[in-house]
């Protein structure tokens, strides 16, 4: 903590009286530690007798205590009780006049009040601000004990000048107890600017951050979301000392938050990535309700603006097919089905030449209805398909009007919005450094977008209104840190941290070269997690040994009509052709939950988590299911493929989705179709049933792949997409890692292989102890291949049995955190 005076100055001097002397010097040991290595004028007194080894208090060691830190500052004594207090009145009529008036003998507690004041007296603060924070230091324990005490007042002043923000994520296993909020005080104190810190996911503050007292109040923990304000002279170098800290994590292990996903009142990401530009919003356009004469010229001025609406799709989903995207290109073929609706379009036509009112108002009041009703369906994934809707619709105003964008030779923009759209995206490609949007999840067109351009994206992110066009902004879409308008300092310090990125990228690349073969020869294949054609060219070049984890989904999700077998096998084989003479995994379709598909009509489910998913899907869409099944046996021919079955709960589902595949092989054979045969069949071992049942799955199926994310939030009962439920829907939990090793001991007696998919196959520190478990291959994002070859290549094979025993032995998920990182 960089002290606010030279080391020479004088400070306010502590004394610290109790019965018992080494409670009063624990307490002084407890104070020096909070102080963070300022030398603050100290003291202890307490004890009588020889050697003070009795209880009480002596009059005359109080008062040495005093002259010993006494400066003309003051001095501020804390008491326990009884006759502390009268020593201490004692002790001060032996002193001098003129030094007594400088003591001021405090009733705050005696411990809570020692950190309080130390902490303000390292900073150089006055003996009344001193006094005043040791007085209110039982407060925060009363409100945690609900208890009578002051609410937590949220200070605004300041604010309307603007200020300078950073966002981050706790990370402190205990929260931000007395020692990092001490460094957080000392780093206030440091800068003339006016700090202050809110605790954005429990809503309390802002408050001042030169008071720990205050900064205890915001009960900031592990996993909350902070924003820490600066304004004033020397504001950028106020939140680059909070950054520091935050980055160092205080100077404490930084402890494990699993889960990404959170509440949309809260910022999401949705790319990561860390970007600087000016910003730039798009003013709402409304259509007015006007008049219009003649019906017939308004219905050809609407045709006209689809069909130019239908030119500029078709070409923007040219470029991305082009680009090598042709994937994501299949969002501009979904809106050119939302434009060319012919319901859409007849009723609009109907309402002009009933109601003789303006195209734009017409075609404006349907769109909005139509998505106002997708936004009520169920689910994650459909409700967001209403931004697409009013993406058309504006593209069409456009056209109707003539509009023309002012910024897509704007420079480096950051752009902002209540809803991005995916035409503002490609409409800005050139420019756009990275988005802001207030509304959209993981699984938007625009989040798709984003990852696949590499633009970083957060959602749940409302910029003050104050905030002008051209405003510079840096952001960063993995932590949800937004600084506005950043002073030098933090330009330069983003500049490095962009170096910093890239060098870590570089690394990982680097290292994602080697073979992941423990220090005593054990070989552990490392593979990649894959949705698209993108992601398999992305596993090539970090390595992969092959494709441990195809996901189908993309076949189906981004389509009007369900694919036919020839789209199927084409798309599947260009992934494979990528994979070359390595294996991969296909995983059958797996809908339901979050991904419904938008052609399919579903009955509404309560809980669509624990609905019809997977293999439940199958037994009621039994030709999608054969059909899919047909398409991977033809496009595997000469490859090295696997057939996954996601969500198995039952005996009875395996044995169905295995005879299912034998007579797609049958039917092949009969129609003269070459195809591959024997194919393996396993399964994804997600659900908690599936696993205890897993020595009866090993008699059936041919593997078993551990899908990590939905095994978790089922054995905890904790949806993963709740971050109120983050620190149990996580893979560091006890009861999760010892799911996992009935599966790997099950699959092991049986001789059958065993991996993991999840995400946690991609956690360094994870994959060490699964590999003490004995699963020896291991599948992630392709990104993260590089960081765990290097953990692996660090260990012996008995060294990881070791950090599983503690793990596998751990009762809370703190204990498997230090088994993890003893």
Known sequence: MPPPKCWGDVLVGLVLVSHCRALALAAAGLARQVSSGAAIPLAAAGGAGDNHGELGTDAMDIMEAVESVYSSDGVLVLMDLGSA??????????????????????????????????????????????????????????LDLGDTAPPVT????????????YTFVSRLKNGLHARPASLLVGAAASFPATLKVKNVSRNKGPVSARSINKLALLGILLGDEVEARASGDDAGEALAAVRKLVEDNFGEPPAALKSTARPQEKTLSLAPGIAMGRLYRENSVTSP???????????????????????????????????????????????????????????????????????????????????????????????????????????????????????EDAGDIILAAKEVRPSMIVRFENSLRGFLSETGGTTSHAAILAKTLGIPALSGYHLDEKVANGTLIIMDGKTGSVTVDPDPQAQAAFKKEIADWEEKKRRDFEDSKKNAVTTDGVKIYVRANVGDTRDA?????????????LRTEFLFLSRPEPPDEKTQIAMLGEILALAGENPVTIRTLDIGGDKPLPWLETEKEENPFLGVRGARFYQKEKRLFMSQLRAILCAGLGHKVKIMIPMISTMEELRFCKETLKTAHTGL?????????????????????????????????DFFSIGSNDLSQYTMAAERGNSALSELANAYQGAVLRTINIVARAAHKADIPVSVCGEMAGDPLLSQALVGMGITELSMSPGAIGGVKRAITGISRGEAEETARRCLAAATLSEVMDALDP
């Not at 689809?306 to 299949?330: F, M, N, P, S, Y």
């Not at 992305?538 to 441990?548: S, T």
């Open 85 to 142: 207090i009268l020593s201490a009145k004692t002790a001060l009529a032996f002193l001098e006049p003129e030094k007594a008036e400088h003591i001021r003998l405090c009733s705050a507690p005696l411990v809570e009040g020692a950190v309080s004041a130390a902490v303000q007296i390292a900073i150089g603060s006055s003996l009344d601000t001193a006094e005043q924070e040791a007085r209110a230091a039982l407060v925060p324990k009363q």
């Open 154 to 165: 949220a200070d605004n002043a300041d604010d309307e000048g603007g200020y300078l923000s």
């Open 289 to 407: 309700k006007e008049a219009i004469d003649d019906g017939d010229a308004e219905i050809r001025r609407l045709d006209a603006a689809i069909a130019r609406v239908k030119t500029e799709l078709e070409a923007q989903e040219a470029r991305l097919i082009k680009a090598g995207h042709a994937d994501e290109a299949g969002i501009f073929n979904a809106q050119k089905c939302i434009l060319m609706d012919e319901d859409v379009i007849n009723e609009v036509k109907k309402s002009i030449r009933t109601e003789k009112l303006a195209a734009s108002y017409l075609y404006q009041r349907t769109m909005n209805k139509l998505a106002a009703d997708y936004r009520e369906l169920p689910g994650a994934y459909l409700p967001q398909r209403a931004v697409d809707i009013n993406d058309v619709a504006s593209r069409v105003l456009d056209a109707l009007s003539g509009r023309k964008k002012d910024a």
């Open 537 to 549: 060219k992305k596993a090539a070049e970090y390595h992969a040994e092959g494709v441990g984890l």
């Open 669 to 701: 054979a009969r129609e003269g179709i070459v195809h591959a045969w024997p194919v393996p069949l396993g399964i994804m071992v997600e659900t908690p049933a599936a696993a205890v049942m897993a020595d009866h799955f090993a008699s059936l199926a």
